[in-house]
């Protein structure tokens, strides 16, 4: 009889954890596969996030990547704030920037923003930890905790920050800014949680990638494994998010 | 030597309410550009996203500098044993704290977003130099807090004095690497990322807080009608001395190191030669104004014997240090940032042209009224306490003294 009671416990049991592993092996493969996460769940540092540019598809005179990130995120032409601000003082998420060989006289032109570094000076040295970096890889400013010091601006090799020098009226809903604190490239946070490319990489998909770096089956890092990608200051040993191809 | 008595001044005169009114006049001053800076926005200021840090950083680092160097008389006494800058100690410690308190105001003031300050009390990033900074400046108002004490109490001070008094100057070595690493850990630019700014900090406060020091002594002393002795005087103004050559010894270290690096000839260029207003404010203000004709004030053997014209040196080591901060914290900054070496840069963010930067009426006076701060603190001190000793004539204060 304790035989028997034995054995039925363990069909029991072998047919229960079956039936728990057939329930929750769909919910664990699909959490491998998928790249988009629940929004009441954390970010994790299983993606890295990042932009690959094309130099060499950049043209110019072509400003569209500037234009949609204004528009997207209500800055310089994309919203009426900043009047009074003079223009070395209004803020600029992202920026054209044309290069000319010294030697050569080769010229180039590529956008330049926040490099979304893995190492950011910018989160070493804010006193507050206002400037942070998510696990994504993502760097941002906690405006809540921003005190304006702009020690983050002294410190940013790119020169990607702004400080507000002025009261802002109608923000963004997705893109929060407010006077006296720093901000900057987001890589459009938002729409990247909402499983979408920054505005920046969807108004020119011809020279701008965006996908995860971490996933070496990616778009981006099939591109950056065959063609490479360089870092701007790769000698700081900042890991940037950002490659450029062609510089 | 006899034994030193310290008394409060009377401070009823003319000229201390003149004093006082004048100098209240000035910190209100500074109060008003500061709300006028807070109400509008930093828009009113010429600060702007090339050169984010302006006037106010320049006076509120001279500042912060100078207090921890205003400390270090009294540690020649406590920590050196010199009995000779004893008598000196009680208001060698009152003044770095009053120049601390008008520099961290000035700081303060300047933030974007003043009014966060609890945040910045509350949250530390253990990884930024700032954040080390304000648990160091904190940590130096309750020490030498603390020192001053055992300096005034007799009982406790002589037991007390010396651990006590080493602690503070162990401490202000730290604040002002701390200071110096502000400029130092910025890895990117090219004026800054040097370990030699940290030590060159410290130098800088020996020299720039004992010049205030000095300029203090020789007011209050002849305007109290106390006595100064030649001794005293003789040493304090020797000792300066040192320290605007040490400084100097710094400068061309830092300068040379960085003209070796074909990387840094760019901005050593820019500051040196053809930087307009900041090569000006280098070779005239910084190295002319404030360390030759100082040192030449100090050690001409009949111009060092001259109350008015050391007074006058020692007056040039300060402007002469605003000028040094002034090329560092701004010629710094308005020099660009190198990101692609060999290559012309140009975009709609100055990016590849040097920054440019006028200042506003509001950002001299939010640091002016910084420095009145501190001074108006140092002129209500000794009304109430016994700072200033009553004496000090040779005969009184002079330990080699002979009749």
């Not at chain 1, 005179?61 to 601000?85: I, K, P, Y």
């Not at chain 1, 920046?200 to 591109?223: H, Q, T, W, Y």
């Not at chain 2, 190191?257 to 000006?280: D, K, P, Q």
């Not at chain 2, 040097?354 to 009426?361: A, D, F, Q």
Request: aromatic content about 10%; proline content about 4%; some cysteine.
């Amino acid at each position: 009889m304790n035989n028997n009671t034995d054995k039925a416990r363990r069909n029991f049991m072998s047919k229960l954890v079956a039936a728990a592993g057939v329930a929750v092996a769909p919910g664990v493969i699909l959490h491998q596969v998928a790249q988009a996460k629940p929004a009441d769940q954390p970010v994790s540092s299983k993606n890295r996030w990042g932009i690959l540019v094309n130099t060499d598809k950049c043209a110019s005179n072509c400003n569209d990547c500037v234009t949609a990130c204004e528009n997207e995120n209500g800055w310089g032409s994309g919203s009426d704030n900043e009047q009074l601000s003079s223009p070395l003082q209004k803020s600029q998420w992202i920026r054209k920037v044309k290069l000319t060989d010294n030697q050569t006289g080769h010229v180039q032109s590529l956008p330049l923003m926040c490099q979304h570094c893995e190492n950011p000076p910018c989160v070493d040295v804010c006193p507050t930890g206002a400037s942070m970096k998510r696990a994504d890889g993502i760097v941002l400013v906690d405006k809540h905790i921003c005190i304006g010091c702009r020690y983050c601006m002294m410190a940013c090799p790119y020169k990607a920050r702004s400080f507000i020098h002025e009261e802002i009226h109608n923000q963004r809903v997705n893109a929060p800014r407010g006077i006296g604190t720093v901000e900057a490239c987001t890589m459009c946070v938002v729409r990247v949680d909402n499983d979408q490319t920054p505005a920046c990489v969807e108004a020119c998909e011809s020279a701008l990638m965006f996908g995860d770096l971490n996933d070496p089956g990616s778009r981006i890092s099939i591109e950056l494994k065959k063609n490479g990608g360089e870092q701007i200051r790769a000698d700081l040993g900042l890991n940037t998010g950002v490659r450029y191809q062609g510089i | 030597m006899k034994k030193i008595t310290f008394s409060e001044i009377e401070g009823w005169s003319s000229g201390y309410l003149a004093l006082l009114a004048i100098l209240g006049a000035i910190v209100l001053v500074g109060l008003g550009s500061a709300f006028y800076m807070e109400h509008h926005g930093h828009y009113v200021t010429g600060m702007n996203n090339q050169i984010v840090w302006g006037v106010p950083h320049v006076f509120a680092v001279f500042l912060i500098v100078a207090a921890s160097g205003a400390l270090n008389t009294a540690s020649i006494s406590s920590v050196f044993g010199k009995v000779a800058y004893k008598p000196l100690a009680r208001m060698s410690a009152l003044l770095s704290i009053a120049l601390l308190v008008g520099g961290l105001m000035v700081l303060v003031l300047d933030l974007g977003r003043a009014d966060r300050l609890i945040v910045a009390m509350t949250k530390y990033n253990f990884k930024s130099i700032f954040a080390w900074n304000m648990i160091l400046y904190n940590g130096f108002f309750a020490i030498v807090g603390a020192y001053l004490w055992m300096l005034m109490d007799a009982r406790l001070g002589k037991k007390f004095a010396r651990p006590v008094g080493f602690f503070a100057f162990l401490w202000r070595l730290a604040l002002t690497t701390g200071t110096g690493s502000i400029f130092g850990f910025l890895v990117a630019r090219q004026a800054y990322d040097a370990a030699i700014m940290a030590p060159m900090f410290v130098v800088m406060s020996f020299s720039f807080g004992l010049a205030i020091l000095l300029l203090i002594l020789l007011a209050s002393y002849k305007w109290s009608g106390r006595e100064f002795g030649d001794a005293l005087f003789t040493r304090l103004k020797n000792l300066l001395g040192i320290f605007v050559a040490g400084v100097l010894y710094f400068v061309i270290a830092y300068h040379l190191t960085n003209l070796y690096a074909a990387e840094h000839t760019g901005v050593e260029h820019f500051i040196l030669l053809n930087g307009g207003i900041y090569s000006n404010m280098f070779w005239y203000g910084q190295i002319l104004l404030g360390s030759l004709v100082p040192l030449a004030l100090f050690y001409h053997p009949t111009w060092g014997k001259s109350r008015l014209l050391v007074g006058l040196g020692a007056a040039l080591v300060i402007i002469g240090g605003w000028f040094q901060m002034y090329v560092i914290i701004i010629g710094g900054q308005a020099f660009p940032l190198v990101l692609f070496p060999g290559k012309t840069v140009e975009s709609s963010f100055s990016d590849g042209i040097i920054n440019s930067y006028t200042p506003t009426l509001a950002e001299f006076g939010l640091g002016l009224g910084g420095f009145a701060t501190a001074l108006i603190a140092v002129a209500l001190a000794v009304k109430v306490l016994r700072l200033m000793p009553t004496s000090l004539a040779d005969a009184d204060v002079d330990p080699h003294y002979k009749k």
